[in-house]
């Protein structure tokens, strides 16, 4: 297939000063700023195929966000090169944002004391669309993100979950070829997340549409993207299909049980207790090795648990870990 | 510039649609404006009582200078008023999901926000300069035309102040505070100003081409006052494109220190 981005040694650095400490060192710092410069993006190379779902992961300042704003046209970059559809996406930023969607999780494109119904017709006059085609494509989205009762209910009175779905058929309304999600799920309850990434998948899968996504939470990764990139101080540590990434990496959870008792000994194999307080124990469950219906059976048998919790591992884990595995330190 | 003109109405109307949904916000901060507005009036009117002109400056010029500051600030904040926070918009970082999309990021700027409050600046400023600032019909024209100059010139300043955002964190009250300032010198009569405080008022604080010289060509209607006017407009709107530009570009570089 044909890459939809080509990125070549692209990188960003970023300059600030630093500040110095007390009155003496703040009256010398503002006539002669001690300036620093980090590299938030060091050099990454990639390609993205038409219709590939692709997640870029890594912890918080790895650079996720950084490459996602380069490939909009939103940052220009320090160096190195990137083609988004043949763009230069910094250079050619308006020709491009006809082509692509964005949603940047923690920002929005919406009037917020308005009916979404507004914004979006505000948004097709924004993208220049033709009103048939338009309102087809909105009746579409509209039916399958069941957002028929939310249209005409102004955006500041929505619940996150619900604002997000509007936000994401925002970013749809124009029919891009390329989607851009930097952290969608940010904030949002286990139910919305799931309805986000459901709708995400299917009308990718269906459109053929290529969706680049950025996120700390490991589950968007596995369902929704059939590849990941994984970014570490600025550098790819890893670029791989999520299947063989699931086997190696996201093959882990953690159960958290508060008990009656100080202590909860469980055996079984592929456990891992992590420290903790008293009456709390931590799991972490390799779940090839062990299932987590197992862990929860076992320890329910064991009487006195009051509560019970289980998540992923933290993303600064999971990716310190491929860290790890992947360059032997 | 045809996409900016083509969508611009649009948004302002949403932004004073947004503006309109909590009516009783929206009708205290147009009430509480209206009254500062007659307060300050009535000071004026006060003193009008006892003297019959300030350094040349009668009644009626007061009234007209005042009617056009208010109206000017009014219509600012009605369908442009995204320029009274625009310093706190490019620091949050929120101009970015604007750069995604495909019309200019300024106009998306100015028109994200109505302002309750102006709506009592325009109405107590129309007021004014219909009923107190003693103009006839025949110079309806003349007068638009003067208050769209000045109008140019106000949101221009207002909006380089705000970009100086690109390069400073704290810009964000100091652009605020410089564009009361710009208000504040809009609405003492000119005689007031001479030596460096006139070379502020003409340059810096725009305040001279903001009202002053509307005034003055209202007054004295000539081709060399309606090309002052006319001449500031343009060259205060093309400063302002240039430095918003600049700044764009810094931005864009990753150099203005955002918190997003």
Known sequence: MSAVITVQTLTKQYRYARRRTGALGAITGAFAPDFQTIEAVAGVSFEIAAGERVAIIGPNGAGKSTTLKMLSGVLEPSSGQARVFGL????E?????????????QRSQLWGELPARDSFALLRRIYDQDETAFAARLGRLVEQFGLGELLDQPVSRMSLGQRMRCEITASLLHGPDLLFLDEPTIGLDITAKAAIRDFITEHARGQGQTVV???HDTRDIELVCDRVIVINQGRIVVDQPTDQLRRQFLARKRVTLQSAAPRIT???PGLTVLPSQPHTSVLDVDTRLVRVEQVIAAALAGGGIEDITIEDPPMEEVVREIYLATTGA | MGGVLSTYPLQAAAAIRASLADRTN???QMGGMAVNNGFFLALWVLFFAGFRSVGGWGAADMALLLGLIMTIVGISGVAFGGYRDMAGTILSG???????QPKPVLGRLLSRDSLPSAWGDLVVGLVILVGFGRLSWVQAPLALGALACGLVVYLSAATAFA???????????FARDLTDFLILFSSYPGSIFSGASKLVVYTLMPAGFI???????????GLGAAGVVVGAAVVYALITLAVFQLGLARYRRGLTPTSG
Not at chain 1, 88 to 91: E, I, K, S, T
Not at chain 2, 212 to 221: D, F, G, H, S, T
Request: charged letters at 20%; a positive charge; aromatic letters at 10%.
């Open chain 1, 88 to 91: 230069v996406p910094w250079r």
């Open chain 1, 93 to 105: 930023r308006r020709a491009l944002a006809y082509r692509i969607g964005v949603v940047f999780g």
């Open chain 1, 213 to 215: 996504l950025t996120s």
């Open chain 1, 266 to 268: 469980l055996d079984l």
């Open chain 2, 26 to 28: 929206f009708l205290l």
């Open chain 2, 94 to 100: 929120e101009i970015d999901a604007l750069l995604t």
């Open chain 2, 163 to 173: 970009s100086l955002a690109f390069w400073a964190r704290g810009a964000r009250s």
């Open chain 2, 211 to 221: 009202v002053l010289a509307p005034v003055r060509l209202l007054r004295a209607p």
